[in-house]
């Protein structure tokens, strides 16, 4: 078997970390979407409660149990993007770790 020339094998090499690189972003644009997502419940929370003397809960139930039920679901959601989010940088990081261990010439060039 051939071995590769040096220059085209660390070209490779740059091109597997750019690749790593952009899915790491992707991860970052979860975890700001995650984010997103989880702070809109908790701000309509607030609402509910900084005017909560202005309502009686006995008259606004059929308005309050589905409001809170869709409040539930966008906090699980968000907190779903946001762990599934930190799971793959940490993995995307460990990877890029593993290429600069292997090969310690292009390590130089990465922090």
Avoid: C
């Avoid at 309502?55 to 059929?62: A, F, H, L, S, T």
């Avoid at 309050?64 to 995307?92: E, S, W």
């Amino acid at each position: 078997m051939q071995q590769e020339p040096p220059i085209l094998a660390d070209s490779i090499l740059v091109n597997e970390v750019q690749l790593i690189l952009a899915e790491k972003r992707t991860a970052l644009s979860t975890l700001r979407s995650g984010i997103s997502i989880l702070v809109l419940p908790l701000s309509v929370l607030s609402l509910l409660v900084t005017t909560s003397r202005y309502y009686d809960v006995r008259q606004v139930i059929g308005w309050l149990i589905p409001l809170l039920i869709i409040t539930a679901a966008l906090v699980f959601l968000g907190a779903y993007l946001i762990i599934r989010a930190l799971k793959r940088i940490h993995h995307y990081d460990w990877l890029i770790r593993q290429i600069k261990q292997k090969h310690s010439a292009i390590a130089e060039f990465m922090e």
